[in-house]
C-alpha cells in the first residue's frame, strides 16, 4: 500500500502545482487588465522567481509601454530587483541617461538578479568606452555563473577588451556559456579561434585538422 501510494500523492502533488500555477496566472493577468501595478509588483515581488516575473515584465512592455513604466517604478520603491533592471534598460536604450541606468543596474546585483551584470558591462564597454571596467563587470558575472555575461567575458578575451587578446581562450569561453540564443553573435570570433587551433599545433593529425577547418567554415558562413 506505501508503495501504491506513493505515485498518487506524486501525481496529486504535480496536480496543486499545475492548479496554483493557473491561480497565479489568473491573478497576474487580471491585475494587468485592471492596471494595478502596484498589487502586480508586490504578488510578484513575494511569490515569484526572477525568471517569472521577468517574463511579466516583458510581457507588459509589449502591451503598453506606460504601464510598464508605473510597474518598473512602484517595483522600484519596494527594493525589487528585476525592477530596477528593466527601468534601467528603459534608460539605456529610449531616454538614453546611462548615468542613471547605471545606478539601477548596480542596485539590481545587489539585490540579486544576477542578468544585470551582462547590461551593466556592456554599458561600460558600449556607452562610457570603459573596457577595464566592462571586462571586470563580466568577470564577475561570468563567476556568478550567469551565462550572457559569460559569452560577453569571451568575446572581450577574444579582441583583447580589458585583457591580454587569447582568441582560444574567448571562443572557449563562448561556447561553454549556453547562451544558445545570442551564440550566433559571435560566430566570427569562433571560427577564428578553430584556425587558430590548426595555426598552434603543429602536431595536429590530418582528420582533426578537416574537423576544425569544416567547423571555421561552418561558423564563418
Request: aromatic share 12%; proline share 1%; with cysteine.
Amino acid at each position: 500500500p506505501a508503495v501504491e501510494a506513493y505515485p498518487r500523492a506524486h501525481i496529486e502533488k504535480e496536480n496543486f502545482y499545475d492548479d496554483q500555477k493557473q491561480v497565479n496566472l489568473n491573478l497576474i493577468n487580471n491585475c494587468i487588465s485592471l492596471n494595478k501595478t502596484k498589487e502586480l509588483i508586490s504578488f510578484l515581488n513575494d511569490n515569484c522567481d526572477h525568471d517569472t516575473t521577468s517574463s511579466v515584465f516583458d510581457h507588459c512592455f509589449s502591451k503598453s509601454s506606460e504601464f510598464y513604466l508605473s510597474l518598473c517604478k512602484e517595483g522600484i520603491l519596494i527594493h525589487n530587483s528585476v525592477a530596477h533592471h528593466k527601468y534601467a534598460l528603459h534608460l539605456m536604450f529610449i531616454d538614453k541617461d546611462y548615468e542613471e541606468a547605471q545606478n539601477h543596474l548596480k542596485q539590481s546585483i545587489d539585490l540579486g538578479f544576477n542578468l544585470s551584470y551582462f547590461s551593466l558591462a556592456r554599458l561600460y564597454f558600449e556607452a562610457f568606452k570603459d573596457h577595464d571596467l566592462a571586462y571586470k563587470i563580466a568577470l564577475e558575472g561570468s563567476n556568478c555563473n550567469e551565462k550572457y555575461s559569460k559569452c560577453l567575458l569571451g568575446y572581450f578575451y577574444s579582441h583583447g577588451i580589458g585583457t591580454e587578446k587569447d582568441l582560444i581562450k574567448g571562443a572557449s569561453i563562448i561556447l561553454d556559456s549556453q547562451a544558445d540564443d545570442i551564440i550566433e553573435v559571435f560566430s566570427t570570433e569562433i571560427a577564428l579561434h578553430y584556425i587558430e587551433l590548426i595555426k598552434k599545433n603543429k602536431s595536429i593529425k590530418i582528420e582533426e585538422k578537416e574537423k576544425y577547418k569544416h567547423e571555421a567554415f561552418k561558423w564563418f558562413e
